[in-house]
């Protein structure tokens, strides 16, 4: 028993330890505002996480992305303290990030339960998180923290590998976010009590339909909030047999989404 449980601490040692320790990193992805020109400059803090933290120089191989869906690969060139720049070998056009985007629209849970949740819906290729304000919600986050959100979106793009970047949009009422989503879009809203599954639904759309599903606070919507979804033409849909937390439910649809994507 002793050994088997170092075994697993040992493991689980390695995983904790920083990207930076692990031996055959990737090629090291950095955003930045404009890929245009065959020279890139990197500067503010992409420049000081690339020169001071994971130590790399003139000659380095590395990858810039827009967050927009444009990529250029290339290597470092010319250093100085506080920036670098990166000459340009190849560029991969911009392209859809997907055929088919989510966005999700949600109730803000507490504390860095909300963090958890930026960064997992990142990670799972979310299109964008509108923060609703709900009748019972409890946090209205301000713009200072969706601006801190947003760089946690980019660092989670970064690690995901991917060339756009979930966008955080400003907070919005239940109310007047719904009566702008457009009219070819698929409308869904979690409720406990649905008889149809996300992915059921999902699966009675055309592969081209975007989505957008809105999650209710602690307590979920209230009954005016849920007739509201429903004059829509939201279409209410259940994420599984449990009562979930708000994070939960915003990151199981999010997963649901991606894996239903042909």
């Known amino acids: ?39 890139i400059q990197v500067t503010g803090g992409e420049a000081a996480h690339a020169l001071k933290v994971l130590r790399l120089s003139k000659g380095d191989p590395v990858i810039l992305f ?4 444009a990529e250029a690969e290339g290597t470092i060139g010319a250093v100085d303290r506080e920036a670098f720049e990166v000459e340009v070998s190849m ?3 911009k392209s859809p990030r997907m055929t088919r985007e989510l966005t999700i629209a949600a109730a803000i849970p507490k504390g860095e339960r909300a963090d958890w949740m930026i960064e997992k819906c990142a990670e799972l290729g979310v299109a964008r998180l509108v923060p609703l304000v709900c009748e019972r ?24 590998r991917q060339a756009s970047m ?11 976010y719904i009566a702008s989503v457009a009219a070819d879009s698929g409308l869904l809203f979690g409720d406990g009590n649905a008889s149809q ?15 957008v599903i809105c999650i209710g606070p602690e307590g979920g919507f209230t009954e005016e909030e849920r007739k509201t979804l429903c004059a829509r033409g939201a279409q209410p849909v259940s994420l599984g047999p449990t009562i979930l937390r708000v994070e939960t439910a915003v990151v199981a649809a999010a997963a649901v989404w991606a894996c239903s994507h042909p």
């Not at 827009?66 to 869906?69: A, F, L």
């Not at 979930?166 to 239940?174: E, G, T, Y």
């Open 1 to 39: 028993m002793d050994v088997h449980w170092k075994a697993i601490t040992g493991a689980l040692l390695v995983s904790n330890r920083p990207a930076e320790e692990h031996v055959g990193m990737s090629i090291r992805r950095f955003l930045v505002s404009d890929l245009t020109g065959d020279r």
């Open 66 to 69: 827009d967050g927009r869906g």
């Open 91 to 93: 560029r991969r056009a």
């Open 137 to 160: 919600s409890q946090v209205k986050p301000g713009e200072a923290k969706l601006e801190r959100w947003r760089r946690k979106a980019a660092e989670a793009a970064k690690q995901s």
């Open 166 to 176: 979930m966008d955080i949009k400003a907070l919005q009422p239940l109310g007047e």
């Open 197 to 211: 599954s996300m992915q059921e639904a999902i699966a009675d759309r055309s592969a081209g339909t975007n989505w």
